[in-house]
């Protein structure tokens, strides 16, 4: 089993790195993660949270973030409205609201828990318009990515059983036919 978690933690922070190699975010900007520890430990989604998954996963994945210079917001499951927890730094960088919830493994999951209790100062906030982001089991991050969301594709499709999927955003594209967009 020990061996198993150590390949799980290896595969998040390779799809992370992955992930922000492709995207190239900038200093600070923000990266949103939804996991459902079930779907990676191969269980369905909610029905087998593991809180020593979540840690393996969060571990890798935080690890990677650090390294890039860029900030991570883990979501909760839909229990809590699929809000998320992040550093209070950012929540006060970008004007987040904050708001009075603290994730357990059955009301927020696993992964969020584990943020709360690997962030210095941890809080939750309802929305975010994060820069990029990785779905991990299939747990629809899409309502906290910036308008216009790219899919990234990377060689890590799993970690664990869970599939993954990720995005990076652009900015809008406005003013038609005659406009001339600056390159990004």
């Known amino acids: 089993m020990r061996e198993e978690m150590t390949i799980i933690g290896d595969e998040a922070y390779r799809a ?15 990266m949103v993660v939804g996991c459902s520890t079930s779907e990676v430990g191969g269980a ?12 393996v996963v969060f571990g890798g994945i935080y690890q990677a973030t650090q390294e890039a210079g860029i900030f991570l917001a883990a979501q909760c499951c839909e229990h809590l409205n699929r809000a ?4 209070k730094e950012v929540a006060n960088l970008y004007g987040y609201e904050i708001v009075s919830v603290v994730p357990q493994p059955k009301a ?14 941890p809080v939750a906030v309802e929305h975010i318009k994060a820069h990029l982001g990785m779905d991990i089991g299939d747990t629809l991050i899409g309502m906290h990515l910036k308008d216009v969301a790219v899919p990234v594709r990377i060689r ?18 406005i003013g038609g036919s005659r406009a001339i967009y600056e390159e990004i």
């Not at 369905?44 to 840690?55: M, Q, R």
């Not at 799993?158 to 652009?170: L, M, S, W």
Request: with cysteine.
């Open 16 to 30: 992370a790195k992955e992930l922000i190699a492709e995207a190239c975010p900038g200093k600070n900007e923000i």
């Open 44 to 55: 369905g989604i909610g029905t087998f949270s593991s809180p020593d998954l979540a840690e």
């Open 84 to 87: 998320l927890i992040i550093e």
């Open 108 to 121: 927020g999951g696993s992964f969020a828990t584990a943020a709360y209790k690997a962030f210095e100062h």
């Open 156 to 173: 890590t499709k799993e970690i664990g059983d869970g599939h993954v999927v990720c995005a990076k955003t652009r900015p809008k594209y």
